[in-house]
């Protein structure tokens, strides 16, 4: 049979089966083999729900809207006449609808129920972190797969503007975001933006220094490495595991030029310090912000790191500093698979790392424009003929860390559940801190500054150095009861293999004492949004059944 076109098409039709009372319907395909036309019923109401789509003005004598409720199929037998073709625009839009209501019957029927799932002691396993969505993520992702951009464009802006606004808090001139591949790409941004030639005179050069500590994540001192740059290493607090901002200044040199450094597992550093410390020396201050999205620190004081702009008051964290990163991996806050965030107020320094984010071209034109600059052909750099095309200058010797437009549409929905997230991930570091508190003992229990508020990533403990309990033995006791355990990522990142076996400098300001202690005493469990009361009554009490 010569397949017939009708989708995009309205009909009336028969007041026959299979439309019985339906007068009006529009076709969403064309006929198939068996001859069949899948339809929708038009209904004589100017009422929109997510279940009825209004059409356009004067397609229909009255106000109409299609049912998308209940599918039907015609025959060509059926059709009494075409009333009209609706736009592609309008088309699209009808068949998202009708796509997106199975969306969320799927997300019902297959992943709601997980949400549910009665906690089963010893049986249900309790994960350190885990990606919390509904549909809406899902819903997301498969608008951006349809319109086939697939390169970051309309989702990447508005998840952009909207973790900016998140960000700045109505504080002074909003974030600059650019969305990375990762945080450890946004790490690797943030660190080689600061060796720039754009910089002028404030530019890193090979063995200028960089303050950090060895207890954290590789990648916060990798990208300093990477770049030549020789990072120097100042021991942590116990309890917060953030820097000891009394050693920061005696660990100074001439050479040294920034501080970069993490909110540990969500605890704000100390930043009053921090940022007095970096003014009085005109240090670049980098804040690692992919454990800690959310958590907040008041300053007593004004700062003026970044020229135009003053410190004061409360603000989240990765505001503070010349640059902020965000990791969004699944055990993250937020996730969209894999990605990462690098934001700023500084503009030649968001230049900088967009250039050096993609391919180290020095035109900024979004994906699909030209001639942003209004002077693509007029440009005269480096040794290149004059007017050479903008787009094909290279001002940096750069990367590819892009995300992807269907990664931008999850983050996109994320971030609308990111304060419930936080405020989930508090409560649940306090429970168990109510929960151990008595057991100081054998405990070093987590702690933050009094000026701030954490976003947990997770719950540390440090078991006592004079205590009769070993990390390994609790941790695998807790394991075997499907509680997940972590160190707090490399412990010393000095003894680990990439260290004792690389050819790279770095310093070591004092002994690392509590670095060490980190590295063999130091592990934590999860606050993530999927733990409830029961999982962590439970963490409580095999926690304390071997204290």
């Known amino acids: 049979m010569k397949q017939q076109k009708h989708i995009g098409n309205i009909y009336e039709v028969k007041s026959t089966e299979p439309c019985y009372d339906i007068l009006y ?98 049986k249900t396993k309790i994960n350190y972190a885990g ?40 504080h002074n001139k909003p974030k600059r975001v650019l969305t990375a591949n990762s945080g450890s790409s946004a790490n690797l941004l943030a660190i080689t933006a600061l060796t720039s030639y754009k910089l002028g005179k404030f530019r890193l050069h090979k063995g200028d220094e960089v303050i950090t500590v060895a207890a954290g994540f590789p990648t916060t001192i990798t990208p300093i490495i990477q770049n030549n740059l020789v990072p120097v290493f100042v021991d942590i607090k116990l309890s917060t ?90 055990a993250h806050h937020i996730t969209m698979g894999e990605g990462g965030a690098v934001y700023t107020s500084d503009d030649n320094l968001y230049r900088i790392m967009l250039s050096l984010r993609d391919w180290g071209r020095d035109c900024w034109c979004e994906p699909g424009s030209d001639n942003t600059c209004g002077r693509r052909f007029q440009w005269n750099m480096g040794d290149l003929p004059d ?79 004079n205590s009769v309990l070993k990390r390994k033995e609790l941790t695998s006791f807790l394991e075997k009861n499907l509680i997940q355990t972590r160190t707090i990522f490399a412990g010393n990142m000095l003894k680990q293999p990439a260290f004792t076996n690389g050819d790279f400098q770095y310093r070591v300001y004092g002994e690392l004492k509590n670095t060490d202690i980190v590295m063999d005493n130091t592990f934590w469990v999860g606050v993530y949004p999927g733990i409830n009361k029961e999982m962590l009554d439970f963490m409580i009490s095999k926690i304390r059944q071997m204290n």
């Open 25 to 122: 319907v529009i076709a969403v395909t064309d006929t198939d083999e068996s001859g069949d036309t899948e339809c929708y019923a038009i209904k004589f109401t100017s009422s929109e729900s997510k279940n009825l789509i209004a059409l356009p003005p004067d397609t229909l004598s009255s106000d109409t809207s299609i049912d998308i409720r209940r599918k039907y199929l015609i025959k060509e037998s059926d059709i009494v006449k075409k009333i009209c073709t609706v736009s592609k625009k309008f088309l699209e839009n009808v068949l998202k609808e009708i796509i997106f209501k199975e969306v969320g019957n799927y997300y019902e029927a297959i992943h709601s129920s997980l949400r549910t799932e009665e906690f089963i002691e010893n």
């Open 131 to 170: 990606r919390i969505f509904n549909k809406d993520e899902m819903v997301n992702v498969v608008d951006a797969a349809l319109e086939f951009y697939l390169t970051a464009s309309r989702y990447d802006k508005a998840f952009c503007n909207k973790l900016s606004e998140f960000l700045t808090m109505g």
């Open 241 to 330: 595991y953030n820097i000891d901002p009394e050693l920061i200044e005696d660990a100074i040199s001439e050479k040294t030029k920034a501080i970069f450094i993490s909110h540990t597992l969500g605890i704000p550093f100390d930043v009053e310090q921090i940022a007095t410390i970096a003014q009085k020396h005109g240090l670049w201050l980098i804040e690692d912000n992919c454990d800690a999205i959310g958590a907040q620190y008041t300053l007593t004081g004004q700062y003026n790191l970044i020229a135009g702009k003053t410190l004061s008051g409360t603000m989240k964290t990765g505001t503070f500093g010349h640059i902020g990163t965000s990791s969004f991996y699944p």
């Open 387 to 465: 007017g050479y095309d903008h787009k094909y200058i290279y001002s940096h010797l750069g990367y590819n860390l892009k995300i992807t437009e269907m990664q931008a549409a999850i983050g996109l929905a994320q971030l609308d559940k990111l304060p419930a997230f936080v405020k989930s991930r508090r409560e649940n570091w306090l429970a168990l801190y109510e929960g151990l508190k008595d057991l100081e003992d054998s405990f070093i229990l987590p702690s933050y500054p009094e000026n701030s508020v954490p976003s947990p990533f997770g719950f540390a403990l440090t078991i006592r150095e």
